[in-house]
């Protein structure tokens, strides 16, 4: 899989996410900024991002499940006609995630061919894997997140869709049992598929 470098992208990653011992370790989503209400900070990055409608793009592909409970999110919140959406073909290259020029499989929003160059595009020089989902500030031309689970949230908590996907008296269960699914479910399949020994 390949890495942005200082805004760069580079097919081959020059430091794998591989332990001494051969185990994958999935490295951390760094684009962490929220949408809230009024516009000021969340709880894991600057302000400035308001929930308006039309403002947010979607980038995600259908096989990646990291996509999918943002996907789950935006039609469970009603937001299917407010947060536009690129659907990345669902096998990836030495580029990474791609897209088509046209069709089902194509970007509407920048006509890009490469999930990289979304990343590229954002104002300060990202270095980290290339990963969806990211969600898109057309308004601002920067990624909002390309955390999952922050972007599930944000659309249960900041828009007014009726369904609280997220209820705050809650949210101590929810981080409990995303915590357990997350080491032997969710990420369970990467740390078998991707581990370079037998023991890992």
Known sequence: MGVMLNGVYLTEDPDANT???GAYLRSRANIRNW?????SAGPTGVGGFTPD???YHLFVAWNCPWAHRSLLARLFNGLAY???LSIAKPRRTDQGWVYDAHGAYSDPLFGINAQHQIYSRH???YTGRVTIPVLWDTHQGL??????ADILRMF???YDSGIDTCPPDLIAQIDDWNALIYKDLNNGVYRAGFARTQAA
């Open 156 to 158: 249960g908590q900041v």
């Open 19 to 21: 332990a001494q011992d």
């Open 123 to 125: 104002p300060d020089a």
């Open 35 to 39: 949408i809230t209400r009024d516009g």
């Open 82 to 84: 407010d947060i536009s």
């Open 143 to 148: 990624a909002v997140s390309n955390e999952s």
């Open 53 to 55: 409608r039309g403002r």
